[in-house]
């Protein structure tokens, strides 16, 4: 199948929006080590998320005493306790927060939009790590070469997002875009490369937000957290590499689902999450008229594990972007996924239940 990706390759990337004037000027051009230098020892997530990027990092790294470099790395490198590095060298703009990072091994000063080289030798890492920071990097061609040289053959360089930013200081062409095109955005940083196997990629999405969060309360679902990640070309040993996997946690749990089913005509209750569904108009739309009755039940619960769980699900099935509800058909007495783009779709048509 011919895909986005693949007719930017064909074309030599000539149509790609980087190449477009600005793609990567700044609002707040001015020096990196100036903006960087206030110390800022804040949490760039929150705890779902942040325990989401430690799942991510603990499944894909699966070296013994891996030698890593933690690319643009600030007081907290999130590697997972069971994480052992030989080495673990972190280099970021900022001395403070690099002398908290307890788990570094090795702290380096250098701007890499100033000089995207690394100093590094060939070959010197079996993982190179850069989490929510790629986003600042003006010479990001650059520095994916880079990344690739100083990785041994077979290594990973894993890079983690999410959509918080400074703005000031992102590039153009990523506060532009939605979070889905980030995603080709940093799949054609490592294509353009040359140095990297195909890059895969991980979205962990719409989880419930802690309710001890400072954000907690404006409706909104935990931090996004993606990966884009692919090994150094040269290795071999393709495959050796899970896919990562972010639990969910359900309030019931897949015991006694089947059970639960068959009982929603009498309990109106989401057999996922035991939430009491929503009676919904059908819209009256001449385009859409796939079903002859008037009202459906959704469960509109967005802590929801099978909603939750729709975001990855639809992800990895090319559906970036979108996830899907429990709906229960009452003529037909069955439970339906109905597919929604973001977590206020459908909610209009919710009238009182009777
Ligand atoms: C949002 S913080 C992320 C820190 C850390 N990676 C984390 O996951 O918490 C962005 C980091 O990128 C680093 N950084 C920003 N611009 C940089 C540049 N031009 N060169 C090197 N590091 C830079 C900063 O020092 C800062 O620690």
Redesign the pocket.
């Known amino acids: 199948m011919r895909t986005v990706e693949s007719v930017l390759q064909e074309k030599g990337f000539e149509l790609s929006p980087v190449n477009l004037a600005e793609a990567f000027a700044r609002l707040d051009d001015s020096n990196?080590a100036v903006f960087?230098a206030t110390d800022?020892f804040v949490s760039?997530l929150d705890r779902t998320a942040l325990d989401a990027?430690e799942k991510v990092i603990g499944d894909l790294v699966v070296e013994e005493a891996p030698v890593i470099l933690?690319?643009?790395?600030?007081?907290?490198?999130?590697l997972p306790a069971s994480l052992r590095p030989a080495r673990l060298v972190g280099?970021?703009?900022?001395r403070n927060?690099l002398d908290r990072n307890s788990a570094l091994t090795e702290r380096v000063l250098?701007?890499?939009?100033?000089d995207p080289q690394l100093p590094f030798a060939d070959e010197t890492f079996d993982i190179v790590l850069?989490?929510?920071?790629v986003d600042?990097?003006t010479r990001p061609f650059g520095v994916f070469r880079e990344a690739g040289r100083v990785l041994k053959p077979g290594g990973l360089f894993l890079v983690i997002f999410s959509n918080r930013m400074?703005p000031q200081?992102a590039v153009k062409i990523w506060r532009e875009s939605g979070e889905e095109e980030r995603v080709i955005l940093v799949q054609e940083f490592f294509e353009r490369s040359g140095l990297f196997e195909a890059p895969k990629d991980f979205a962990s999405k719409g989880r419930p937000r802690p309710a001890d969060d400072k954000y907690a309360g404006m409706g909104l679902p935990s931090d996004p957290v993606y990966a884009v990640y692919a090994e150094r070309k040269g290795g071999g040993n393709r495959g050796k590499r899970p896919e990562p996997v972010v639990p969910y946690h359900g309030r019931l749990g897949e015991d006694g689902l089947e059970a639960r089913k068959k009982v929603v005509r009498e309990t109106l209750c989401c057999p996922h999450c035991g939430e009491r569904l929503k009676k919904w108009l059908v819209p009256d739309n001449p385009f859409a008229q796939t079903w002859d009755n008037d009202y459906m039940y959704i469960c509109f619960n967005d802590a929801c594990p099978y909603y939750v769980r729709g975001w990855d699900h639809m992800h990895r099935d090319g559906n970036r972007g979108s996830s899907y509800r429990l709906m229960y058909h009452p003529e037909k007495d069955r439970c339906f996924p109905i597919p929604v783009p973001t977590p206020k779709a459908l909610r209009d048509g919710i009238v009182e239940d009777e």
């Open positions: 990196d960087y800022r760039h990027v933690d690319l643009m790395a600030g007081w907290d490198s999130h280099l970021g703009l900022n927060e250098h701007d890499l939009n100033a850069n989490t929510v920071s600042y990097l400074f200081k």
